[in-house]
């Protein structure tokens, strides 16, 4: 199970720091990812991190001011996001997946609930 949380409201310019805590995994044993949704439109990628944790892809929206890491010891996944803009209000969902590294919805395996990230202008 994956549970994502951290989300909220935040004004523009400003940050959030996303979890992802996975029980019953072992998320050393996963890549990562961040995806999300805004009201509307498909889910897409943002973020990734490889198994081994040493690999980072970011979509080019998010690149330079989202950064995705891996606390094995925690067991927990994060996604720190700068600089928000209103265009990036949506719900995020973290996703695990028995491939070394992948930024493609359909390569996941298992997903979180979502937490929703308002932006405000």
């Known amino acids: 199970q994956l549970q994502a949380s951290g989300g909220g409201l935040v004004q523009a310019g400003g940050s959030l720091r996303l979890s992802c805590a996975a029980s019953g995994r072992t998320i050393s044993n996963y890549a990562m990812g961040w995806f999300r949704q805004a009201p509307g439109k498909e889910r897409e990628f943002a973020a990734a991190?490889?198994?081994?944790?040493?690999?980072?892809r970011y979509a080019d929206s998010v690149k330079g001011r989202f950064t995705i890491s891996k606390d094995n010891a925690k067991n927990t996944v994060y996604l720190q996001m700068n600089s928000l803009k209103p265009e990036g209000t949506a719900v995020y969902y973290c996703a695990a997946s028995n491939l070394i590294l992948v930024t493609v919805r359909v390569d996941y395996d298992y997903w979180g609930q979502g937490t929703l990230v308002t932006v405000s202008s």
């Open positions: 991190i490889s198994r081994s944790g040493d690999i980072t």
